[in-house]
């Protein structure tokens, strides 16, 4: 089992920055892609940034630019650095990794318990 301990969220003036960090802990073999999920008030969740193994990252339109992922392989850590935030960035943020339990096994994806940014004057 792999547990995701989300941290960073809060409160934040538009304009402003915000990081976020994620760890995977538990009986981990090897954590294929990480990435940042949110969801806001009436909306479906949405991806905002995904990182592989090997640092090739995707973005979603809405945040290229302002947001930026990484990764510590060593410490099963991602994070989701946030700058010139706005308004429509207000949301609960959930962290995922797929995990595999054995080299060939299929991948598992983990959510972390979702931590809320809110963005607001």
């Known amino acids: 089992q792999v547990q995701m301990v989300e941290s960073g969220g809060g409160l934040v003036q538009p304009g402003g920055s915000l990081t976020l960090s994620c760890a995977a802990s538990?009986?981990?073999?090897?954590?294929?892609?990480m990435g940042w999920y949110r969801q806001a008030p009436g909306k479906m969740r949405e991806m905002v940034a995904r990182?592989?193994?090997?640092?090739?990252?995707n973005y979603a339109d809405s945040v290229k630019g302002r947001f930026t992922i990484s990764r510590d392989n060593a410490k099963n850590t991602v994070y989701l650095q946030m700058n010139s935030l706005k308004s429509d960035d207000t949301a609960v943020y959930y962290c995922?990794?797929?995990?595999?339990?054995?080299?060939?096994?299929?991948?598992?994806?983990?959510w972390g318990q979702g931590t809320q940014v809110t963005v607001s004057s």
């Open positions: 995922n990794a797929d995990h595999r339990r054995s080299t060939y096994s299929r991948p598992i994806g983990y």
């Open positions: 538990g009986s981990i073999f090897r954590i294929d892609d």
């Open positions: 990182v592989s193994s090997g640092g090739v990252t």
